[in-house]
């Protein structure tokens, strides 16, 4: 942590996931940034690199945020899209890379 005039902040950069909206580290989440389809509507593309130009938004790649995103029509407003958007290339990126977050039986110390 490096402090500031402010207080205390994280050392890295540091997101809000469109799903859950819970906060979290740029390396654990996946950018989806606004491209072009093959049919010519507009499509929401996963970016794991995080190179590709345009708005982007961010989303755990788990099952659970991306079904919450889409239940909140958060890839439009995040994206800032007025138009419909297709978002089935990220739901493929994220159920092929899928990470489920480990169950709370592993994290409890045993006393």
Request: glycine share 10%; net charge positive; proline share 9%.
């Amino acid at each position: 942590m490096q402090t500031d005039r402010t207080g205390l902040r994280p050392g890295h950069p540091v997101r809000t996931c469109i799903g859950c909206r819970g906060a979290d580290s740029r390396s654990a989440l996946l950018r989806v940034v606004l491209g072009p389809g093959a049919d010519g509507t507009t499509v929401v593309l996963p970016d794991p690199e995080r190179r590709r130009p345009g708005r982007g938004a961010w989303l755990h790649p788990v099952v659970s945020c991306l079904d919450l995103a889409v239940r909140r029509r958060a890839f439009g407003r995040a994206l800032r899209s007025s138009t419909p958007i297709d978002h089935s290339a990220v739901d493929d990126w994220v159920r092929a890379h899928a990470q489920e977050p480990p169950s709370e039986s592993t994290n409890r110390k045993r006393v």
